[in-house]
């Protein structure tokens, strides 16, 4: 699991945008606004990620791919439990006003 977590950040950070602002990163071609939030204790969060309209891979990609920064920035590591998993059917990931929400922890 971690050697795929560390692919896919090493796939993230490749496929930098070369059109907008340099510390952007696209995913499944689009750009999208995610963002992590901290959720009752200091290890868990809230990430959220939008336009879910303009792909559902790429959002859940840039949602896991904040919440795996912020584990490795506060916690040194890649590791994540996941509350509402990026990995579930399209169908059942949890989507209002064309924002994906996914809840998680960094392992202590």
Known sequence: MK????ALMAAALIV???G?????????????????KKDGER??????????????????????YEAI???VTEY????????T?????ADQLPVADDTLVLT???PL
């Open 69 to 71: 920064r912020f584990c």
């Open 104 to 106: 998680g922890e960094c």
């Open 76 to 83: 040194g590591s890649s590791d994540i439990i996941w509350t």
């Open 43 to 64: 290890h868990q969060f809230r990430v959220t990620a939008r336009p879910v309209s303009a792909s559902v891979d790429g959002a859940r990609e840039a949602a896991r």
């Open 3 to 6: 050697t795929v977590t560390l």
């Open 20 to 36: 907008r602002d340099e510390d952007q990163l696209s995913f499944d071609g689009q750009f999208y606004r995610a963002k992590l």
């Open 85 to 89: 998993s990026p990995d579930a059917p």
């Open 16 to 18: 930098t945008g070369c």
